[in-house]
């Protein structure tokens, strides 16, 4: 189907990117693609810049800033940048000089505003220019690696001459979701030097990494595409984890097969002509150099001494958790995670669970990709359980269009266009969102609302704020409707709501998880169920790559088990994809 990924024969340029949306194995494939260049006699640097790097847990090294010689590997070098490290330090530049002038509260609101993925995003950047262009280190090496790039959206800004203008330093709307990037005016010409490195196809690489599930090559898709369109057009596409072959008789393992075989022959038509390599499904964990140097070798199965799939974790069931929420009275239920952990199936399962019970349930959606009107097909679900659909790209527009009218008088033609260009961060996107979010918890006061894809922390507190200070944040926020005002309090009140994480029994999804139950803590939300999905660990699949992973799966149940859920449920990997309201019932009977 597609060429299997070796490197050797695939890669001639110095700098290679790996992208892709979290849980697809970015760096797990950077680092194999590392080890196999430094195999061939290459000398290699690889670099993390996420803040979650497990780059030394993969290689098995302690890592720091500093390039390090990795054992075992002649040529091959790493560092670990830290970007939430360099965050800080921008937040001080940008935020420093205000403290002692403006009150406490507003110098709060302004670290805040410059907390979220966008300010590490700028602060990553930063910190891999100065190896970009950083002639002694690029000499030194024939090919640096880069775990994690930017997004499309961060590089548009950086090249937009606005960004660099007087402009945000003079309007009181010109506080950018990167900042105020004129404080980094000072490196303008590193800057323009980095996006022409990045664009040049002698240069760079850019590797896209996706599973093959439909989320997964939907965002690969849409950074493609955003990418392409400021240059970077010197593009690969690696399907990372793909089944080669499956065991007939066993339900689990032909009907993972069928799965990724469906997702592919629906691939987005914008990365269909990207030049496509496929890795993998394999049994082992890719931590070790020799699972690395085995994941490139294309081998799926390797001996796993014996080892058996323990049964000691009694996690509870989906039913027990819908009974939970059903005696606690929760008025409000948001299921949260990564893309591609299942988050509108449980949703979907929780609001039929639900309406199981007797209640009448208003199930809604934000997420794209997720379309309830599939999940419940055309069957006559039940008179109690109403849906709806909040289309992010209307409610994008009509939010970016109500924040230039109430600014248009004060800005110039040069102000509005960086404007309308930062209006399209993910943070924009998250609060238009969310106020439609609570429109629609309002008008459902007597419903249990269940709400599929919720904002982060981050939003929540920026919106907090701004109740009291949205003058400030007149540029993000615009004016802050009643609804939101009287949400928030009940989003805290943990009597009426209730939040579930939802996450797969792997290293990125409940890393990243993690971060995001750390999030909403500071906005004194705390999760109470979390949902381990589509676990192996929880089926009795023979197949021996689908047994192999079950093992791996354990250590990542431990975690939540142990030291990050309240409360845990656990949900197998299904045989057949569940639509339609009685086959939804399955996952609560």
């Avoid at 990037?181 to 000072?186: N, V």
């Avoid at 093992?551 to 030291?563: D, F, G, P, S």
């Avoid at 656990?570 to 996952?587: M, W």
């Amino acid at each position: 189907m597609f060429q299997p990924f070796e490197p050797k024969q695939v890669i001639d340029t110095p700098f290679l990117f790996f992208t892709g949306k979290g849980g697809v194995g970015k760096t797990s494939t950077a680092c194999a693609t590392a080890v196999s260049l430094a195999d061939e006699g290459k000398k290699v640097l690889l670099v993390s810049t996420d803040p979650a790097s497990n780059l030394q847990d993969v290689l098995e090294v302690e890592l720091s800033n500093e390039p390090k010689a990795v054992p075992l590997v002649a040529g091959l070098f790493a560092c670990n940048l830290d970007p939430e490290e360099a965050a800080r330090a921008y937040r001080e530049k940008v935020v420093g000089p205000y403290r002692g002038k403006l009150p406490d509260s507003v110098v709060a609101t302004m670290e805040e505003q410059l907390s979220g993925a966008c300010t590490v995003e700028i602060a990553a950047f930063d910190e891999f220019t100065g190896l970009l262009l950083n002639e002694t280190i690029v000499a030194a090496y024939d090919h640096i690696i880069f775990d994690t790039a930017p997004t499309g959206h961060t590089l548009r800004l950086l090249q937009l001459p606005t960004a660099w203008s007087g402009f945000l330093e003079e309007s009181t709307h010109g506080a950018s979701c990167l900042g105020p990037l004129s404080g980094l005016a000072e490196k303008k010409a590193i800057y323009s030097e980095s996006m022409k490195a990045l664009a040049d196809p002698k240069k760079t690489t850019l590797i896209l990494v996706a599973r093959p599930d439909e989320s997964s090559l939907f965002e690969a898709n849409r950074a493609s595409q955003e990418l392409k369109e400021i240059g970077i057009s010197n593009q690969l596409l690696i399907v990372n984890g793909l089944m080669e072959t499956f065991v007939a008789d066993d339900t689990v393992s032909a009907s993972f097969y069928e799965k990724q075989q469906a997702a592919i022959a629906k691939m987005p038509a914008g990365i269909v002509g990207v030049t496509t390599f496929s890795l993998p499904y394999v049994s082992y964990s890719l931590t070790g150099l020799a699972n690395l140097r085995q994941l490139l070798d294309h081998q799926t199965v390797v001996e796993s001494g014996g080892a058996e799939v323990s049964s000691h974790h009694q996690l509870a069931s989906l039913n027990e958790l819908v009974e939970d929420l059903s005696k606690k009275g929760t008025r409000v239920i948001f299921t949260m995670g990564k893309g591609g952990v299942g988050k509108t199936t449980m949703a979907s399962a929780i609001a039929v669970g639900l309406v199981e019970k007797g209640h009448k349930v208003h199930l809604t959606t934000t997420d794209p990709a997720a379309h309830l009107d599939l999940m419940f097909k055309s069957d006559d679900h039940n008179e109690s359980l109403s849906l709806s659909r909040i289309d992010p790209k209307k409610e994008v527009e009509a939010y970016k269009q109500e924040v230039l009218a109430n600014v248009s008088e004060e800005l110039d033609e040069a102000g509005l266009a960086y404007l309308e260009e930062d209006l399209n961060s993910p943070c924009t996107e998250e609060i238009a969102v969310f106020r439609a979010f609570a429109e629609v918890v309002e008008r459902s006061k007597d419903e249990i609302v269940v709400i599929d894809t919720a904002p982060t922390g981050h939003t929540l507190l920026l919106l907090d704020a701004a109740q009291s200070y949205h003058k400030e944040l007149a540029r993000t926020t615009g004016e802050v409707p009643e609804s939101v005002q009287k949400l928030l309090p009940r989003l805290r009140n943990s009597e009426e709501t209730s939040v579930v994480i939802v996450t797969l029994a792997e290293a990125t999804p409940v890393l990243e998880a993690s971060r995001l139950q750390d999030d909403l803590k500071r906005a004194e939300i705390t999760p109470n169920w979390w949902i381990i999905n589509q676990s192996l660990y929880a089926t009795d699949t023979k197949d021996p790559v689908l047994r192999g992973r079950a093992l791996a799966e354990e250590q990542w149940i431990e975690k939540v088990e142990t030291e990050l859920a309240e409360k845990a449920a656990i949900v197998p990997l299904y045989s057949q994809n569940k639509t339609g309201y009685e086959q939804l019932k399955v996952f609560s009977g």
